[in-house]
């Protein structure tokens, strides 16, 4: 009902109705004084960070909820709508994409704040008493990739993907599609590896589509294993299974030092040092979107947004829990973003 109310307004009048209904005045109904975030399993463990310590600092204001639902899942529920049954903040592990922001301006969701709260890696993990592996691009796609260069794939052990690997099964644990992780994973390794070869190179020019599908898609012959949004689950599965690998975010391999290790792609360990200057492979920037629209209705909002922008710095506690602070001048341009809700500009989107 509050959608179809916001949807028969004057667009004169949207950004007031789209506040009211955030508070629930106009509606009548479903009026909500909490800040709720959606979004990357990744950047979870940080917003849920920033919310404990938001309610310390601001204790009048009631506790945020915030619910890990992956990146590509939580647009879909940030982009529905504005108003009080709809998220005010998305945690995203990748940028928005162009088609996202359309789905979300088609809904009325047009007014969006971007900050990007730091930096993590797509870490490449295995047990203590792992076979120590040392990896590239190239193996992890030949390995991971359901048509490498084209051909089906038929890789079972990490030595038919390159002699120089040990004969070991392939067992991989990572992100479900939903997963911004997984978007990182094709985009960052998958996809380099791929169009480094000229004829992907050729095709991505004369058939996009197609190459795309060759270079992005996942096997999905049980080789590579979809683990869910649940991070520490991946974790468990390989204390269970020593000669499997897993892929999640780099704060989930720091927290699990004790009992896991990071494998170098390239020659280089994720490490906070790699993954801050971006020598690391998989390095990535982490976001969260703020709806401008909910800044005057949802109790504390602007104050949770500077809660975060106080707690991203390097000596903040943040890093703490494992989140890689972005380099100076870019902490220093999304401060100014997160105190002034300048709106994103939808035209640097891909």
């Not at 960052?188 to 004369?206: G, H, Q, V, W």
């Not at 012959?221 to 892929?247: C, M, R, S, T």
Request: hydrophobic residues 40%; glycine residues 10%; charged residues 20%.
């Amino acid at each position: 009902m509050v959608r179809t109310i916001a949807i028969l307004l004057a667009s004169t009048l949207m950004l007031s109705a789209c506040q009211d209904e955030a508070g629930g005045g106009a509606a009548g109904g479903g009026a909500r004084d909490q800040i709720k975030a959606v979004g990357s399993s990744t950047v979870y463990p940080f917003t849920t960070a920033v919310a404990e310590q938001f309610v310390n600092n601001h204790p009048g204001f009631k506790s945020p909820i915030v619910e890990s639902t992956g990146t590509g899942a939580g647009m879909k529920l940030f982009c529905a709508g504005v108003g009080a049954a709809h998220p005010d903040i998305e945690n995203a592990s990748r940028r928005m994409k162009a088609s996202e922001y359309e789905d979300c301006k088609k809904n009325g969701v047009g007014d969006i704040v971007e900050i990007q709260v730091g930096i993590d890696g797509v870490a490449f993990a295995e047990s203590l008493q792992g076979p120590k592996l040392k990896l590239t691009i190239d193996d992890i796609y030949k390995a991971v990739a359901a048509n490498p260069y084209g051909k089906p794939n038929a890789a079972k052990t990490w030595k038919d993907v390159n002699p120089a690997l040990p004969a070991i099964a392939i067992q991989v644990y990572g992100p479900p599609s939903t997963s911004g992780t997984r978007d990182a994973l094709t985009e960052l390794i998958m996809a380099k590896a791929c169009e480094a070869d000229p004829a992907m190179k050729a095709m991505k020019e004369s058939d996009a589509d197609k190459a795309k599908d060759i270079c992005h898609r996942v096997r999905e012959d049980g080789i590579y294993v979809d683990a869910g949004e649940n991070d520490n689950l991946i974790v468990q599965k390989l204390g269970a299974n020593p000669n499997a690998i897993g892929i999640f975010g780099y704060s989930f391999l720091e927290e699990n030092g004790k009992s896991l290790q990071g494998i170098p792609v390239g020659g280089i360990a994720p490490s906070y040092a790699t993954i801050s200057d971006f020598s690391y492979p998989g390095a990535r920037p982490l976001y969260i979107y703020v709806k401008a629209a909910h800044l005057k209705a949802i109790p504390g909002l602007r104050e949770f947004v500077g809660e975060y922008a106080s707690a991203w710095g390097p000596d903040g506690y943040l890093t703490k829990r494992g989140l890689i602070a972005a380099p100076e001048d870019v902490r220093a341009a999304n401060a100014k973003t997160a105190a002034e809700f300048t709106l994103l500009d939808p035209s640097a989107l891909k």
